[in-house]
């Protein structure tokens, strides 16, 4: 019966899937029936949705959400564009390279990949068509680098990872700085050689005084992760109070700095991020109740132990892991896959020693690669629709970033001590 249930579990999800059903409300659904039809009680669908979102390190995504909206708002993403933009002059693939770099810093703020495409898309995408790059090419390159938001603190997968596996955030946070500034180079890399092959150059004929004129005017921008980053790894404050700190900042720079939000405004940005935290909380809870469901039918041992019987070399398994949150990332977004894989891996985890920083480092950077592989590819549809192109169009272009993306996750993923040198350095683990 156990295997039956199984079986219907995730053909009811396929099938909710294939009908184009919202992910959380297919893994809620699904869910939802095999605890019906398994007689599990349905009474404990409450408890479970409660208890999925009543955790206090949650209550940092709804203030980083805001200081992301509210530094956008404030014009400081067009002003560290800029910056970026000048630095690069007009090199070959400069434009390109700086997009990247802009991306790296705004993930410093942001932590949500879609968002950060979002931001820095309007500005970038058609700033680089303008110049003569290829605008599928362009909005390909925003989606790809906005999806380093994800890897370098703040996160909002760091924060979801850290609840379920009961691991330090701030620990994840430091150890996604050198990991996120190693893809990031990798995608410089990608977006120079395409560049250079066709041609692509930077935007900007640099005069004298442009540099440090440039830097004054994204001066609050380019301190606003010392100053979050800072008071985590100084211990003036957690990284959920930081995210309040974040929010305050962002409404002080907006507000008396670059006078571009009134008190007016505030009022569209909160419910901009009521919003959004809906929808980021109504994944955690329906995947969460998904993740009850298939462990009380007994598909999470099961998994474990087929994981464990292909091999005893745990690179194997690690290549297997990879390859499957690759897979993963495809078709489910990122917190989805930390509730439905998390339980069958963290057993894993603990037989072959592997250090949950670490690991959620390497899964992380698997989702983020997730975020810009087709079908289902979050911040490619938000690149494509700023672009006002087709997401076929610009999943052409993709290739290169996925490729060097790949390249970068096999090497963190082979040599640990990267990823755990921060946390080390920090005292945090």
Same mark, same amino acid.
């Given at each position: 019966m156990p295997a039956q249930?199984?079986?219907?579990?995730?053909?009811l999800l396929g099938v909710f899937l294939a009908l184009n059903i919202p992910i959380a409300i297919a893994l809620g659904l699904s869910a939802m029936l095999i605890i019906w039809k398994a007689h599990l009680g349905m009474q404990i669908l409450s408890y479970?949705?409660?208890?999925?979102?009543?955790?206090?390190?949650?209550?940092?995504?709804?203030?980083?959400?805001?200081?992301?909206?509210i530094?956008?708002?404030?014009g400081i993403a067009e002003r560290l564009i800029n910056l970026m933009r000048v630095l690069v002059g007009k090199t070959t693939g400069g434009l390109a390279i700086a997009a990247v770099a802009t991306a790296m810093f705004w993930g410093a703020v942001s932590g949500s990949g879609p968002a950060t495409t979002a931001a820095l898309g309007v500005i970038l995408i058609p700033g680089m068509a303008a110049v003569g790059y290829n605008i599928d090419f362009a909005a390909a390159l925003v989606a790809a680098s906005s999806s380093l938001a994800i890897i370098i603190p703040p996160s909002?997968?760091?924060?979801?990872?850290?609840?379920?596996?009961?691991?330090?955030?701030?620990?994840?946070?430091a150890a996604g700085i050198i990991p996120g500034a190693i893809v990031g180079i990798a995608l410089m890399t990608a977006a120079y050689i395409v560049s250079k092959k066709r041609g692509f150059r930077g935007g900007v004929e640099r005069?004298?005084?442009?540099?440090?004129?440039?830097?004054?005017?994204?001066?609050?921008?380019?301190?606003a992760p010392l100053i979050i980053l800072g008071g985590i790894y100084g211990g003036v404050f957690t990284p959920t109070e930081a995210a309040s700190v974040a929010v305050f900042y962002g409404i002080f720079v907006g507000t008396v700095i670059y006078k571009k939000i009134t008190f007016k405004d505030?009022?569209?940005?909160?419910?901009?991020?009521?919003?959004?935290?809906?929808?980021?909380?109504?994944?955690v809870t329906l995947a969460g109740i998904f993740s009850w469901a298939a462990s009380a039918i /007994? *598909? !999470?041992?099961?998994?474990?132990?087929? @994981?464990?019987? #292909?091999s005893s070399n745990p690179h194997i398994i690690l290549l297997l892991i990879n390859i499957m949150l690759l897979i993963a990332g495809m078709f489910?977004?990122?917190?989805?896959?930390?509730?439905?894989?998390?339980?069958?891996?963290?057993?894993?985890?603990?037989?072959?020693?592997?250090?949950?920083?670490?690991? /959620? *480092? !390497?899964?992380?950077?698997?989702?983020? @690669?997730?975020? #810009?592989?087709?079908p289902v590819a979050v911040n490619l549809y938000v690149g494509a629709n700023v672009a006002k192109r087709s997401l076929e169009d610009v999943s052409r272009e993709v290739w290169p970033f996925l490729i060097a993306a790949i390249i970068a996750l096999i090497f963190l993923a082979y040599v640990p001590s990267l990823t755990l040198f921060l946390p080390k350095l920090f005292g945090l683990m």
């Open positions: 249930l199984s079986i219907i579990l995730f053909i479970n949705f409660y208890s999925g979102i009543a955790k206090f390190p949650l209550l940092a995504i709804p203030f980083f959400i805001a200081a992301g909206i530094m956008e708002r404030a909002i997968a760091f924060i979801i990872y850290g609840v379920l596996t009961d691991t330090s955030v701030g620990a994840l946070f005069k004298k005084g442009d540099i440090s004129k440039a830097f004054k005017e994204a001066f609050w921008g380019l301190i505030l009022f569209k940005i909160f419910i901009d991020t009521a919003e959004g935290t809906a929808v980021v909380m109504l994944v /007994g *598909v !999470i041992n099961k998994a474990t132990e087929l @994981i464990m019987s #292909v489910l977004d990122a917190i989805s896959i930390y509730y439905v894989f998390l339980p069958i891996f963290l057993p894993i985890l603990a037989k072959l020693g592997w250090h949950p920083i670490w690991f /959620g *480092v !390497i899964m992380t950077i698997n989702l983020a @690669i997730g975020q #810009v592989t087709p």
